[in-house]
Nanobody
Framework: QVQLTESGGGLAQAGDSLRLSCALSTRVSSYAMGWFRQAPGRERELVASITARDSTEYADSVKGRFTVSRDSAENTMYLQMTSLKPEDTAVYYC????????????YGQGTQVTVSS
């Protein structure tokens, strides 16, 4: 079974940038990969996704500030976060969706991002 491992989280100040990475344990043929986040007391939300054809989508709250990308050769997905805001504070998870008829089934353990004002 494929495993996903996030890295790159940490502490930041408002306006700073961070880059998250998501490494897959094995090469898989997937429909899409995504970045979710969950803040305390809130539901998990999808903030960015990228398909196998490199089509991307973003939540309105991060559009223009976050950029999702992937490196197939390295089996890794990235989330470049700029102009960070305190409301971006959350645990960030990467996830895998194997087909367009499926949901995101595979998740990493998450990495904490904390943004102070």
């Amino acid at each position: 079974q494929v495993q996903l491992t996030e890295s790159g989280g940490g502490l930041a100040q408002a306006g700073d940038s961070l880059r998250l990475s998501c490494a897959l344990s094995t090469r898989v043929s997937s429909y899409a990969m995504g970045w979710f986040r969950q803040a305390p007391g809130r539901e998990r939300e999808l903030v960015a996704s990228i398909t196998a054809r490199d089509s991307t989508e973003y939540a309105d709250s991060v559009k223009g500030r976050f950029t999702v990308s992937r490196d197939s050769a390295e089996n890794t997905m990235y989330l470049q976060m700029t102009s960070l805001k305190p409301e971006d504070t959350a645990v960030y998870y990467c996830a895998l969706r194997l087909s367009p008829f499926d949901i995101y089934k595979y998740y990493g353990q998450g990495t904490q991002v904390t943004v102070s004002s």
